[in-house]
């Protein structure tokens, strides 16, 4: 008969398990200085692996697209002017450079923002005064490997980018708090212009700032010791004397903090005045990085604004710069003029959809205002799809970990609910604030609330292990339970939202201008065709609907023959409905395609039977396609999404097959 294990050996057994994995972990979260940054620098390396691995391998997103066309063109024709409908103009002045050391592909134009939010876990190290050591290591965890940092660090958008920036110099004046160290200073100014020429709403992360700082005020100022003391308030029903005396003891009190406060300052140096004059002068000094560091990246290039318009202008030696203006100490005041009217005129257009969201039109205040509420009630429910789906654990982490900081069951400190405002506040204001609910608004959500959330996972850990002192089997196995379930979470979320897309549907990552990934094989033997190809034509793009039955939004190319050569912007091929058929102008920037158009269904049956050119691209709107001619001239057709909602946007590549077609899968 087999051995049986009686339950009172199986407890002895399984604690003894418990108890070695307390034992390693209270290893590994010495309070040891080093030992934690081995373990933040460690995780950090992780986050970084799982951003770079297979990076290129998604089609690109239409914004992805549209700011790679872009760098692209700076690249190659070294005219550069900021345009807020691009966003901030960082991404665009580091991938053309990198364009110009390595092609020009999916990988390399998201590499920068791979790179940076893979560094954003060593942000962890700014709070180590205000954080234990397992606290700081998970809050590390959380930003390498939250599904929402993950995706969108492999994505080519800003979002990513002035979330790293602005946490990090946030980060750096909260050291500089703790040090009194002057280099701070400089260190936050630099990370502000970076963030600021990331993307607009860094401003938006200031007046999270200030807003976050009132309610800590607020809560140090009424309810200085939580909830706790808020029921004893309420219980021992106080006089007005009593309230006003509690009252006048707590003033009394951050009174004596900021006198504290100001005679360390005194303490470090000479004199009050010697400290005063020191660090107004650091701050100046800091302002000018700033001011430095942002007219880097905000000047124009080239021939500025006439060199991205069509047909674009060269660069004359009286066009004012930023090379020429900081070589030029004569040039540089107008240098600065023309670079400061510039980004208060496109800060100006930035601010004016938001604004004018609730504003009065044609159709009455009652229209515009339900029209208002509508748009927000989707920005809504996008963004807490994605927060819900793929960043459920740390959301419920942060409300556990400021929950403990209120009640006072931790330390109280005031970087808990600092943080915590954040990122609540994030989730309501965001949607007001955007023309587009889009799921990468949750990257502005998950990286302050990775703050509470690690002290709140780090309290249900050390939980467990008060449980295994007691032997508490019990409040063991929950700790432990609560730390696998999430993990494996975490793992399945990474695993079915990150790194896998064909679902574009149901993957509330996913934004719907996103093309089916069963594109890349296409775009494979658009670059294989183009390469071998010459000078010939390797792309026909045609829409024939006219009239009423012309679809503007939605048609890729222009209706009217007459402007095949007009555009504004300097966006090939002009002969397109540009935007409308984005990503795929990156696609032929990056692999030199030579494409045309056409519109005129007899005229294409023609072209495919006489020139054969090798790829036709179509569209599943368009009735006007002469599809049996196509299939009879020797063309075979593969259908793609090109839009998660609009089936509109769907799109057919014919491909000869004298070119010997790849087959699918």
């Excluded at 409908?85 to 990198?98: S, T």
């Excluded at 002057?182 to 700032?209: C, D, H, P, Q």
């Excluded at 309420?234 to 005679?263: K, S």
Aim: charged fraction near 20%.
């Amino acid at each position: 008969m087999p051995h049986v294990l009686e339950p009172d050996m199986a407890e002895p057994s399984l604690l003894s398990a418990l108890h070695d994995i307390r034992d390693r972990s209270r290893s590994w979260f010495a309070d040891d200085p080093r030992a934690t940054v081995k373990l933040v620098v460690a995780v950090t390396l992780l986050g970084l692996v799982l951003r770079v691995a297979a990076l290129g391998s998604r089609v690109a997103h239409f914004d992805e697209g549209r700011v790679a066309y872009w760098a692209l063109h700076l690249r190659d024709s070294g005219s550069f002017a900021y345009r807020y409908i691009i966003h901030g103009p960082f991404i665009q002045h580091v991938d053309a450079w990198v364009f110009t050391v390595a092609a020009p592909t999916d990988f390399t134009m998201r590499l920068p923002v791979a790179i940076v939010g893979g560094l954003l876990p060593l942000t962890a190290l700014l709070f180590r005064e205000h954080l234990r050591s397992d606290e700081t290591v998970f809050m590390a965890a959380f930003l390498a490997l939250n599904p929402v940092l993950l995706y969108f660090s492999r994505f080519m958008r800003s979002d990513v980018l002035v979330a790293a920036f602005m946490f990090a110099a946030f980060g750096l004046l909260v050291r500089f708090v703790d040090t009194r160290k002057a280099r701070y200073l400089y260190g936050v100014a630099a990370f502000m212009a970076l963030g600021f020429a990331s993307k607009e709403n860094a401003i938006v992360y200031v007046l999270t700032w200030l807003g976050a700082t009132g309610l800590l005020l607020a809560k140090v100022l009424v309810l200085p010791n939580g909830y706790r003391d808020a029921v004893g308030f309420l219980r021992g029903v106080p006089t007005v004397g009593a309230i006003w005396g509690r009252m006048a003891g707590r003033v009394r009190a951050d009174i004596a903090l900021v006198v504290n406060t100001v005679r360390s300052f005194r303490d470090r140096h000479d004199s009050a005045g010697s400290v005063l004059a020191a660090y107004a002068s650091h701050i100046i000094l800091a302002a000018l990085v700033f001011g430095f560091v942002s007219l880097f990246f905000y000047a124009p290039r080239g021939a500025g604004v006439a060199g991205i318009e069509y047909p674009p202008a060269p660069a004359a030696s009286g066009d004012v710069n930023f090379w020429s203006g900081v070589t030029n100490p004569s040039l540089f005041p107008e240098l600065v003029q023309v670079t400061w009217e510039r980004v208060v005129d496109q800060y100006s257009e930035w601010f004016s959809p938001a604004s004018e969201k609730a504003t009065t039109t044609e159709t009455g205040l009652v229209d515009s205002i339900e029209t208002f509420y509508e748009s927000v009630d989707g920005h809504y429910e996008v963004l807490l799809k994605a927060l819900g789906y793929t960043a459920a654990p740390l959301l419920l982490f942060s409300v556990f970990g400021y929950a403990l900081d209120r009640l006072g069951t931790v330390e109280p400190r005031h970087l808990v609910p600092f943080a915590a405002y954040g990122g609540y506040v994030s989730i309501l204001g965001y949607p007001i604030g955007t023309d587009i609910g889009a799921p990468w608004l949750a990257v502005h959500v998950v990286v302050p609330l990775s703050i509470p959330a690690a002290v709140g996972l780090a309290a249900v850990i050390r939980w467990g292990n008060e449980s295994l002192s007691t032997d508490d089997v019990t409040g063991a196995a929950i700790a432990a339970a609560i730390v696998l379930l999430v993990t494996a979470l975490v793992v399945n979320t990474t695993a079915t939202r990150v790194y896998t897309n064909e679902h574009l549907e149901g993957n509330p990552l996913v934004q719907y201008a996103q093309p089916q990934e069963s594109l890349r094989d296409d775009l494979a033997e658009m670059d294989r065709i183009a390469t071998s190809n010459g000078n010939g034509t390797d792309v026909v793009m045609y829409h024939g609907e006219r009239g009423d039955a012309y679809d503007g939004d939605d048609a890729y190319v222009k209706e009217d023959r007459g402007q095949w050569n007009d555009s504004w912007w300097n966006t090939r091929p002009t002969c397109l409905q540009w935007h409308n058929s984005l990503p795929l102008p990156w696609y032929y920037a990056a692999e030199d395609v030579n494409v045309s158009c056409e519109n005129r269904p007899d005229t294409l049956a023609e072209q495919t039977q006489e020139d054969q050119p090798p790829i036709v691209i179509t569209q599943q709107i368009d009735s006007t396609v002469p599809a049996e001619r196509l299939e009879a001239a020797g063309y075979e057709p593969r259908t793609h999404r090109m839009r998660t909602k609009y089936g509109s946007n769907d799109m057919t590549v014919w491909v000869h097959e004298s070119y010997g077609r790849e087959p699918n899968g």
